[in-house]
């Protein structure tokens, strides 16, 4: 096959596989233009959200490019598809709950409910904390937290950004919350035992 003057478009799913395992780009945009509105509407009734439904279509089709080698030709591709669409979007739903938690604990520490001196004063002290535990983060996952929960970027926003893969923005928000969720809770382990030992001086 004279890979210079193929069109991709008159190829079998099979034939493109086959490329595909070559490595030809081509094959794999070819692919995408197959199966991408179909799989975005099947990742779209279960995300209920069209950026993110966006955002899974990509990072399937990039996991897809990872894992060429391993496709079988025999096999029909559109289950290996939503096999792995399946996969990441449960491990997504998952992550983003997780995150969810984390951020509502943080927020507990920096949304006073009520106007009260006391409360304003605890929420300046609060503000004080997150921001230090922010500042402690490592430079790049500093980064990608700030334009993520305080700009509100979207993982791919972030990507483009700081020239890095979607995988890389998950992973460094998964560290970044982990970490301030540990500082804000230590602080205030300190903060309790303080407390305690100057009750016990007194």
């Known amino acids: 096959m004279d890979i210079a003057t193929v069109k991709y478009s008159e190829l079998s799913e099979k034939e493109l596989i086959f490329l595909l395992h070559e490595g030809h780009e081509g094959a794999l945009r070819s692919l995408y233009d197959i199966h991408v509105k179909k799989l975005h509407y099947f990742i779209l009734r279960t995300a209920k959200s069209r950026q993110l439904a966006e955002d899974v279509v990509q990072d399937v089709f990039i996991k897809i490019w990872e894992t060429r080698v391993l496709i079988d030709p025999e096999q029909p591709f559109r289950t290996y598809l939503y096999t792995i669409a399946k996969r990441h979007l449960l491990n997504l739903l998952k992550r983003l709950q997780h995150e969810s938690g984390i951020l509502n604990e943080i927020r507990k520490y920096v949304d006073p409910s009520e106007n009260t001196t006391e409360l304003q004063v605890e929420y300046s002290e609060s503000n004080v904390m997150l921001t230090e535990a922010i500042s402690k983060l490592p430079p790049q996952c500093k980064e990608v937290f700030i334009r993520c929960k305080m700009q509100g970027l979207s993982y791919k926003q972030v990507a ?26 230590f602080k205030n382990a300190a903060l309790a035992l303080l407390v305690f030992l100057s009750n016990l001086l007194d």
């Not at 700081?162 to 301030?180: C, D, Y």
């Open 160 to 185: 483009a950004e700081l020239a890095i893969t979607e995988g890389t923005v998950n992973s460094q928000m998964v560290k970044a919350l982990r970490s301030i969720r540990e500082y804000i809770t």
